[in-house]
């Protein structure tokens, strides 16, 4: 990092924090709004949706629904809600589940102010002007997207998963409420807390991160060694919920700042070929491009060690920051986060553009170590 450089950091507009604070979701809202709530089947059916409506209609605010978001959602569906929006003359989204949903409400925000292909925005079109309000509610711990200024969108046809960026993507109010993770299936607890330790650390050893984002990755890994496995092994604990959601976020806060690096370049085209989750595919691939970052930021990786609860310090320097990798190992095989690809099922073949795809993505410009085609290659290679 270089202190003398000049930084900015944005945020969201206000942060709601606590065990039923989804009961201040109306006192935000504009009067006269009509949101369209944006969510996915599962977090209706496990009674989440009923949870906001509640409060919806208890403040006589009329809203409409749309409840087919699918997993990493595709250009089709976020075009689908969009017609909804359009058709019910919505004024704003509330996006309520994981990133999935999220990302699909923030789409559906830039969609409903823009004429024209979504998909340029997922080629790098800068997004300019206002958008339709954006309130994210999430429902998992991992993603950060309730703060980040990024949405996924997948190309099903390219089998890419489109980055759409921009400042306005940022929700203007986020409920992190832990009650709402009650029903969290332990399997999904793993793999969304395995990508907010990735968000954590990539953000942390990028080239861009900066005293504040730096802060904000530390606090995110030490909460997360603390609590991803008691997270995964007593689902519906408001303590450990609470704490992993704060984590989840300040990763956000600090990778939607600072950028990402290898792990998220090789992950992606990952999820887009063999359809495994984005925090599967981040935790397979995260202890690996430590290995290869090692070398260039030893004081780092130590910093990491230490945040992780590793006594490292009367090692050496170079001892210290290898512990870092070892305690990540530890905590991902203990949450049950397979350490191949043949362990999920996956018979890997390296498809060209899978290597290209990686290559071109942002995060590997903020990535510590540079990486030529055949080092990424070889990194796709290592967890077969
Ligand atoms: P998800 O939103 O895809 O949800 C996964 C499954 O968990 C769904 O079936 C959902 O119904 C279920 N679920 C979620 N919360 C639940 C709860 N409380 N109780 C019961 N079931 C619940 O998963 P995710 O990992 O949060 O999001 C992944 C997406 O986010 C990917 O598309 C990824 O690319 C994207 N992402 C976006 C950002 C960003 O900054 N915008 C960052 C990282 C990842």
Not at 40 to 67: M, P, Q
Not at 239 to 252: I, P
Request: hydrophobic share 40%; charged share 20%; glycine share 8%.
């Amino acid at each position: 990092m270089n202190p003398w450089r000049v930084y900015e950091h944005t945020t969201p507009g206000k942060l709601i924090f606590g065990p039923k604070s989804i009961s201040e979701l109306t006192k935000e809202m504009p009067p006269n709004e009509v949101p369209l709530i944006i969510t996915d089947k599962g977090i209706s059916k496990a009674g989440i949706l009923r949870k906001v409506t509640e409060v919806l209609d208890g403040a006589g605010i009329r809203y409409h629904l749309f409840d087919g978001i699918e997993p990493d959602p595709p250009f089709e569906i976020v075009e689908e809600a969009a017609t909804v929006y359009e058709k019910n003359g919505c004024t704003m989204v509330i996006g309520l589940g994981g990133g999935s949903s999220i990302d699909g409400a923030k789409a559906v925000s830039l969609k409903a102010t823009r004429k024209g292909n979504l998909r340029e925005y997922g080629m790098g079109k800068p997004v300019e002007g206002m958008l339709a309000p954006i309130c994210a509610i999430p429902t998992t711990a991992g993603t950060g997207s309730e703060v980040t200024g990024v949405a996924v969108i997948t190309d099903r046809e390219s089998k890419t998963k489109m980055v759409m960026r921009g400042p306005q993507l940022i929700p203007k109010t986020v409920i992190l409420d832990p009650e709402l993770l009650d029903s969290l299936p332990p399997k999904v607890a793993a793999e969304t807390g395995a990508d907010a330790l990735a968000h954590a650390i990539e953000s942390y050893v990028s080239v861009n991160s900066n005293v504040i984002t730096e802060a904000f990755a530390l606090s995110a890994i030490k909460i997360i060694a603390r609590n991803l496995r008691r997270m995964v092994a007593n689902p519906g604990d408001i303590e450990t919920s609470g704490q992993m959601l704060l984590a989840s976020c300040m990763a956000g806060l600090s990778f939607s700042n600072a950028g990402l690096g290898l792990t998220h370049s090789l992950a992606h085209p990952v999820g887009a070929f063999y359809h495994i989750s984005h925090g599967l595919s981040c935790a397979v691939y995260l202890p690996i491009v430590m290995e290869f970052n090692l070398p260039t930021c030893p004081e780092k990786f130590a910093s990491i060690a230490d945040a992780m609860g590793e006594n490292v310090r009367l090692f050496s320097l170079h001892h210290a920051a290898k512990q870092a990798i070892f305690a990540v190992r530890e905590l991902l095989a203990e949450i049950g986060i397979p350490k191949t690809l043949s362990e999920l099922g996956i018979s890997f073949q390296l498809h060209p553009k899978m290597v290209e795809d990686a290559l071109a993505a942002v995060p590997t410009q903020r990535n510590p170590r540079k990486a030529d085609r055949n080092q990424i290659s070889s990194l796709y290679k290592t967890p077969l």
